[in-house]
């Protein structure tokens, strides 16, 4: 049971609809939106994340053990948490119909999706329901039609909580759509990737992979927590130490590559292709307490506040909204200090990254020894000295065809880095990035994580 007097010395928003999305298999659920009509046909839209930081205090155990961990990891079959269960999947998780301390941002908005103002303060919640991606996305189809439905149409024949959750989704949807919109007019990236998922039997094996598209429900979601970020790093200012989520400026030189490249190839290359060609020119996302923006979203000020349960510099922004802009205290830490914490949550951060790509790897090189010796479909997906990486059309493994198996006995097969491919220097027969090919699995190491091919 949370303090009355806890619950006093918040802002009570416990009568608000509330409602959460997210995974279907999700166990902390560390945010949640309200949605309400104004009498003047505006908005009152709140941003809730759970407020940890009431609930983890500096220097205390738990606190140490969560820093040195920095961010949950998110394995194939397993999650391992930043903070202990009882504080990730119950005591700070935004469950249905539990009284819940969040920090929050209440924003009034208008039909045109502009912010008229805004407010950042503690609040205590209830969240009235918890809907995964598929089900806010069938609300969102159900309730579509080529106009903008009227409120009484959404409403009409329906009991009020389910008119009102129905009001909701599909009037965050539009604003969604609006800001989502605006992001990609002022030169954010729009690359979406499909997430792998593998389907475990009892034993812990394998028996499917299966691919999760990102959907208007995911849009809407994205799209609020982005709004809440900026707009909690855009209160901030400037002159006071922070953290900012930052992603400096691609590598112009791989760029201007990746564009020749596609003049050359014409319509022989596929958008696919240029989308992972772009990606890996992009610097990496980082924590700083140096502003220079955040390239990727377009955003002058960007920070992480909406996770606060599975990432430690969440955990910190809340800290410091409180003092900055709650309390009006001063951050009794040095911005050398905070940089340095900042680079610990940046390094932990790439470690669970390469953790989380590597139980991927294994889990596909199981799937694959189930498949030896058959003969598949995919696309050439790299291209480097020593052979040709295949990305398979079906499944989306990734194996290698080494060099020494590509063309006949004594050929030289040169790398043209340019151009992505592989060049016969006998018969200029080459092999290029994105190449429709037709592969053998031959053999997989399981221990590596290794999968090898050959043209079929």
């Not at 809407?220 to 970020?229: G, P, Q």
């Not at 130490?241 to 760029?255: I, Q, S, T």
């Not at 610990?344 to 470690?351: F, G, I, L, R």
């Not at 010796?373 to 194996?399: A, K, M, N, P």
Request: charged share 30%; with cysteine.
């Amino acid at each position: 049971m949370i303090d009355e007097k806890e619950i006093l010395r918040r802002r009570d928003m416990r009568d608000v609809f509330t409602f959460t999305i997210d995974p279907a298999d999700a166990k902390d659920f560390d945010d949640a939106i309200s949605f309400a009509v104004n009498d003047d046909d505006t908005y009152q839209i709140g941003i809730h994340i759970a407020d940890v930081s009431f609930y983890v205090r500096p220097g205390t155990k738990t606190d140490e053990d969560a820093y040195k961990r920095g961010t949950s990891v998110y394995l194939v079959d397993r999650v391992l948490p930043m903070l202990p269960e009882e504080l990730c999947n119950d005591k700070c998780s935004l469950r249905p119909n539990e009284d819940k301390l969040c920090m929050s941002v209440i924003f009034t908005m208008d039909a045109h999706a502009r912010v008229l103002k805004y407010k950042v303060c503690r609040t205590v919640i209830s969240s009235n329901a918890r809907l995964n991606y598929d089900e806010a996305q069938q609300i969102i189809c159900e309730n579509q039609t080529s106009e903008t439905l009227s409120r009484e149409n959404r409403v009409g024949g329906k009991s009020e909580a389910d008119a009102m959750q129905v009001l909701a989704i599909t009037t965050l949807n539009s604003l969604a759509q609006i800001l989502r919109a605006d992001r990609i007019a002022n030169g954010a990236l729009t690359i979406e990737q499909d997430e792998m998922r593998f389907r475990l039997d009892a034993n812990g094996h394998p028996t499917d992979i299966y691919f999760e598209q990102p959907n208007e429900a995911h849009h809407l979601i994205e799209e609020f927590m982005l709004l809440a970020n900026r707009t909690i790093a855009t209160a901030v200012g400037s002159g006071r130490p922070f953290v900012y989520r930052v992603h400096d400026l691609p590598d112009g030189e791989k760029l201007d590559q990746i564009k020749a490249f596609k003049r050359k190839m014409g319509n022989r290359v596929t958008q696919q292709t240029i989308d992972l060609l772009t990606i890996r020119a992009q610097a990496k996302a980082v924590y700083s307490t140096y502003n220079i923006g955040h390239y990727g979203l377009a955003f002058s000020h960007y920070t992480h506040f909406t996770s606060p349960i599975r990432r430690y510099p969440d955990l910190m922004v809340h800290r410091l909204v409180e003092k900055y802009i709650l309390t009006g205290k001063k951050e009794s830490m040095t911005r050398e200090e905070l940089e340095d914490k900042c680079e610990h949550c940046s390094a932990c951060e790439q470690e669970a990254a390469q953790a989380e790509r590597d139980s991927v790897k294994l889990f596909q090189a199981i799937w694959m020894n189930d498949h030896i010796g058959e003969i598949l479909s995919g696309h050439i997906s790299g291209v480097t000295d020593f052979g040709l990486f295949v990305q398979l059309d079906d499944s989306r493994c990734e194996g290698l065809i080494h060099i020494s198996k590509i063309g006949f006995p004594g050929e030289t097969w040169m790398y043209d880095e340019k151009n992505y491919r592989l060049v016969c220097a006998e018969n200029r027969i080459s092999h290029t990035l994105g190449d429709k090919v037709t592969v053998k699995v031959v053999q997989v190491d399981i221990n590596r994580s290794l999968i090898d091919f050959e043209f079929a």
